[in-house]
């Protein structure tokens, strides 16, 4: 069975434009969270996606988005990138909403210059 | 809100050493508890969890019980290889009080390098 796919692996982008990141969850995985990874502040929650529908969100500006789609695959955006944006983008993907493990793929690289 | 205090890195030991990675958490409810590894250059991997108080979690050598009473899930390896080198989190899988929901909340991470 295939594992989760984020792509693409490696983005290079300048202040001020948009970004979209994409995440293939596993198979039958209804659940897709996002994280966002840096040296200074670790890993942190972005947002949770199930059934199409926003159901959590971490504390991070309105310039970061996403959505999910009936097959559940996700994407996320980020406009206006800032330096600061540069991070590890994680995506993870979970049979469902209870307790249940989380798989992660691989993670896109956003350097922003 | 939720929060997980992990071991500070980098932690350094010789193969076949003892290790021991500290983890405390503050969570609403009663948590999951979880250890993620991340490998240079990939995502994470689940490596061993545990459901409710006193159960131990293990995988690969790995070990870690979750104590309710000291709210702490610390990870332990008997000895050390160094394939085992990598950063290792630790994260409870937290109920959401506003929505209803569960996510995980990560500890900052620990940078393990085992040296041969």
């Known amino acids: 069975k295939a594992g989760v796919t984020q792509t693409p692996r490696y983005l290079i982008k300048t202040r001020g434009q948009q970004v979209t990141l994409s995440c293939s969850p596993i198979?039958?995985?209804?659940?897709v969270s996002w994280y966002q990874q840096t040296p200074g502040q670790g890993l942190q929650f972005l947002f949770e996606?199930?059934?199409?529908?926003?159901?959590n969100k971490g504390n991070f500006p309105g310039r970061f988005s996403g959505r999910q789609f009936s097959n559940s695959r996700s994407e996320m955006n980020v406009s206006t990138l800032e330096l600061g944006d540069s991070a590890l983008y994680l995506c993870?993907?979970?049979?469902?909403?209870?307790?249940?493990?989380?798989?992660f793929g691989q993670g896109t690289r956003l350097t922003v210059v | 809100g939720d929060s997980v205090t992990q071991m500070e890195g980098p932690v350094t030991l010789s193969e076949e050493a003892f290790l021991t990675i500290n983890c405390t958490y503050t969570?609403?409810?009663?948590?999951?508890l979880f250890w993620y590894v991340q490998y240079p250059g990939e995502g994470l991997q689940l490596l061993l969890k545990a459901t409710k108080a006193d159960d131990k979690g293990s995988n690969k050598g790995f070990e870690a019980t979750y104590r309710k009473e000291t709210t702490s899930f610390h990870l332990e390896k008997g000895s050390v290889q160094v394939s085992d080198s990598a950063v290792y989190f630790c994260?409870?899988?937290?109920?959401?009080?506003?929505?209803?929901?569960?996510?995980?909340?990560f500890g900052t991470g620990t940078r393990l390098t085992i040296i041969p």
């Open positions: 198979s039958g995985h209804r659940s």
């Open positions: 994260a409870p899988n937290s109920p959401h009080s506003n929505f209803g929901n569960e996510k995980l909340t």
């Open positions: 969570a609403t409810g009663y948590p999951s």
């Open positions: 996606y199930f059934s199409e529908t926003q159901r």
């Open positions: 993870a993907s979970s049979l469902d909403r209870s307790n249940t493990e989380a798989f």
